[in-house]
């Protein structure tokens, strides 16, 4: 029996672990005070990890439904420390990205949406594997501090407009326990498990909105649209169902984001685009994200919120806020707007090893073709090389001739650029037909309904 058995309910009722997980296992829903035992008791350790890993794997054939999940996932942002930003005046938003190779939209957002008067408080992770981490990236920047105290948070949003700092390891440690377990037992792609997690975090962030963006293709955990979308829905579920306005977007991760993998690079082409350059699908799927942040902040209908991102980009203010979030944060930000910032000791240039058309790009292959030249980690205790990575010079829909460069690989270590280039060449197709165009947004959903674009 479980050491956290003979608990009372409100209702006088007793309940035992292993009730609630045959509970699951047979397809029944939870009550909040079922849930609030299972995840208090857990975090506290009353409830061992092999009834854990049971009732992890009743949810993940069984499912939860949308009340369930939004209990669940509130109570597992109260199991720790919960950020009040209501002393920053405004409506807060928070942006969050379900991961992808390329992805270094959430410093020109935040920028953009910040310039336009809407507060940002955004705490970020690290990556793992092919995905790149938004910490690492700003990390890059000599001097910055992503390790903010909750005051000093606070003060940049406050005089600032917008901060970039790492999770609070309090921070929803319910999820931290669970998401190790569920590494381990097979239970990490449950719509339900996979909502809670990211959406956990985000409420005990603080902000008033949040807008979601669940990436779709090779590059991202979601391989089919149907699946994007059934999170997406999920999470917006949560979201409005716990007081937050929620709006989620489906974008394409079936090919890497912009021209950059990495950290420094990718730095550098935040500010390409924040100083009015930059690739042309960096550039629309920022503005597609910064309108409906604006959106969310209440600076208008969706079509307005367009040209305000749009008219702020073009001014540079959004690349004057950029500036001014690195150096509140202590960082060095003259290094932005110096070529050798984003240059490492070695670099080799990869050629096209036939004529054609490039088809299809496997981002994820992209993203390990960076992590080999040292972009990423492959264990949480590796150290990244900030310089390495791999500037892109055609993508899915490019004619390339034989022997034409067609990327850049750089890093600091000359041994790991033979790896990088063969890993690269086979993440590319290249074919004699031009492949249909996929569009940046697949869809959005908001708490009315989906709406598809594709």
């Not at 003979?6 to 035992?16: L, S, Y």
């Not at 970020?124 to 092919?130: A, P, T, V």
């Not at 409906?292 to 040209?307: A, P, Q, S």
Request: glycine fraction near 10%.
């Amino acid at each position: 029996m479980s050491t956290a058995a003979a608990v009372f309910t409100k209702t006088g009722d007793i309940m035992h672990m292993n009730e609630l997980i045959i509970k699951k296992r047979n397809g029944e829903a939870h009550t909040k005070d079922e849930l609030k035992y299972i995840i208090d008791n857990y975090v506290s350790g009353k409830i061992p990890d092999y009834q854990m890993s049971a009732w992890l794997m009743a949810v993940y054939f069984q499912g939860m439904t949308d009340v369930e999940t939004a209990d669940l996932t509130m109570i597992m942002a109260e199991s720790g420390e919960q950020i009040d930003l209501s002393s920053i005046a405004g409506i807060k938003v928070d942006k969050h990205s379900t991961g992808g190779v390329g992805d270094k939209t959430t410093f020109i957002i935040a920028s953009i949406v910040a310039a336009c008067g809407v507060p940002v408080a955004k705490m970020s992770g690290r990556g793992l594997g092919h995905t790149g981490g938004t910490i690492d990236k700003l990390e890059s920047i000599p001097h910055v501090n992503v390790a903010l105290s909750k005051d000093e948070f606070l003060d940049i949003v406050k005089k600032v407009g917008v901060a970039v700092t790492g999770q609070s390891g309090n921070l929803a440690p319910a999820d931290k326990l669970m998401y190790a377990l569920r590494d381990v037992t097979g239970t990490v792609d449950s719509i339900p498990l996979i909502a809670s997690s990211v959406m956990s975090k985000k409420l005990a962030a603080g902000s008033d909105a949040i807008l979601l963006d669940v990436k779709v293709g090779s590059g991202a955990f979601m391989k089919t649209l149907d699946d994007a979308v059934r999170l997406a829905e999920t999470m917006v579920a949560i979201g409005n169902h716990n007081g937050r306005q929620t709006v989620a977007l489906i974008t394409d991760m079936d090919r890497p984001l912009g021209q950059a993998i990495g950290n420094a690079t990718e730095i550098a082409e935040v500010v390409q685009v924040l100083r009015g350059e930059g690739p042309a699908d960096l550039i629309q799927e920022s503005i597609t994200l910064a309108a409906n942040m604006l959106y969310l902040g209440g600076k208008g209908v969706y079509e307005d919120c367009v040209t305000m991102a749009k008219v702020t980009l073009a001014s540079g203010r959004g690349f004057n806020k950029f500036v001014e979030m690195v150096t509140a944060q202590g960082g060095d930000a003259s290094v932005l707007t110096d070529p050798s910032f984003a240059e490492a000791a070695y670099k080799k240039a990869v050629t096209a090893p036939k004529s054609g058309y490039i088809t299809h790009m496997n981002a994820e292959a992209c993203g390990r073709a960076a992590l080999a030249l040292g972009a990423g980690r492959y264990t949480k205790t590796d150290t990244i090389d900030y310089k390495a990575g791999i500037w892109m010079l055609k993508k899915t829909g490019d004619v390339v001739t034989e022997d034409e460069v067609i990327a850049y690989l750089q890093s600091s270590s000359k041994n790991t650029l033979a790896e990088g280039e063969t890993r690269y060449l086979n993440a590319l197709t290249i074919e004699d037909a031009l492949p249909a165009k996929r569009p940046l947004v697949f869809a959005r959903v908001t708490v009315e309904g989906t709406e598809r674009y594709i």
